[in-house]
Antibody, heavy 117, light 109 residues
């Protein structure tokens, strides 16, 4: 059974960085892309980017270019999303989802990141 | 970046039929946009109902179907149930980048 387990909630100050992890189990991590998505309170979803298996490349949404870094550790089956220069409007629930032809079948439980002074 | 549009809200009667649509600012939505539909209940993570326009997951109730309709991607619910009330989000692919619509709040009343 596939599981994506994300790290716990974070509270950060404006200007700081946050790193959210997404630990996969139940499948071969290196064979599937990982998408990162966020949802601000009461808002819709925003696609942030994809961490691909092929040569471990990434594609980021234009909005987050320069502020987001997505990495993956194949040895532990964990994906990471690092967002820097945090602003109040980055307060959101951040999700990882398994891609790569699975139809986004599997999602993490979400990680609440609160940006507050 | 493209803008993906959805109806902000829709209401359907129990047992009724409703169609949610997903449009693109770049023109007609095609199968090449690989439309996805997600359902979200309050306080829960989303779950994927439809992917690549028409494909369902094992948990997708048969009353949901995906299609292309009049230049948009469409999610049709036939025989609405009270448990279908929630938010529905579509996602389109643009040469690898993905863009979500704003979501549709569906009320079954």
């Amino acid at each position: 059974q596939v599981h994506l387990v994300q790290s716990g909630a974070e509270v950060k100050q404006p200007g700081a960085s946050v790193k959210v992890s997404c630990k996969a189990s139940g499948y071969t991590f290196s064979n599937y892309n990982l998408h990162w998505v966020r949802q601000a309170p009461g808002q819709g979803f925003e696609w942030m980017g994809i961490s691909r298996t092929t040569s471990e490349t990434t594609n980021y949404a234009q909005k987050f270019q320069g502020r987001v870094t997505m990495t993956r550790d194949t040895s532990t089956g964990t994906g990471y999303m690092d967002l820097s220069s945090l602003r109040f409007e980055d307060t959101a629930v951040y999700y990882c989802a398994r891609g790569g032809g699975t139809g986004w079948k599997d999602w993490g439980q979400g990680t609440l990141v609160t940006v507050s002074s | 970046q493209a803008v993906v549009t959805q109806e902000p809200s829709l209401t359907v009667s129990p047992g009724g039929t409703v169609t949610l649509t997903c449009g693109s600012s770049t023109g007609a939505v095609t199968s090449g946009h690989y439309p996805y539909w997600f359902q979200q209940k309050p306080g829960q993570a989303p779950r994927t109902l439809i992917y690549d326009t028409i494909n369902k997951h094992s948990w997708t109730p048969a009353r949901f179907s995906g299609s292309l309709l009049g230049g948009t991607a469409a999610l049709t619910l036939s025989g609405a149930q009270p448990e279908d009330e929630g938010e529905y989000h579509c996602l389109l692919s643009y040469s690898g980048a993905r863009v979500f619509g704003g979501g549709t709040k569906l009320t079954v009343l």
